[in-house]
């Protein structure tokens, strides 16, 4: 059974930087690849980032957000830095039974619980 596990979530200031962790277990992280999507109150779940043979990014985080991934702990982190009030969502951390990322939610089979991201103006 797969499950992951989002934390570090919370209230900042704009300008301000947040870590997400996604603790992933019943899978490796080696051979999956995984996503971190977002959804605001009355709007569609959207993409942020996502990692696997490449790393791929939504244009309205490019430059300010950083997806990684650590193997051995099991672990997916988004690095969000320079935060801005249309940030403010529920995170998502996400995986499919491929290494090939893509940013549709469709694509993936596992999601976790969702952690808030609240940026104050």
């Known amino acids: 059974q797969v499950q992951l596990v989002e934390s570090g979530g919370g209230l900042v200031q704009a300008g301000g930087s947040l870590r997400l962790s996604c603790a992933v277990s019943?899978?490796?992280?080696?051979?999956?690849?995984m996503g971190w999507f977002r959804q605001a109150p009355g709007k569609e779940r959207e993409f942020v980032a996502a990692?696997?043979?490449?790393?791929i990014y939504a244009d309205s985080v490019k430059g300010r957000f950083t997806i990684s991934r650590d193997n051995v702990k099991n672990v997916v982190y988004l690095q969000m830095n320079s935060l801005k009030p249309e940030d403010t969502a529920v995170y998502y951390c996400?995986?499919?039974?491929?290494?090939?990322?893509?940013?549709?939610?469709?694509?993936?089979?596992?999601w976790g619980q969702g952690t808030q991201v609240t940026v104050s103006s």
């Open positions: 990692i696997g043979l490449s790393v």
């Open positions: 019943g899978r490796t992280t080696r051979t999956t690849a």
């Open positions: 996400a995986a499919r039974s491929s290494l090939r990322p893509t940013m549709e939610v469709n694509d993936y089979d596992y």
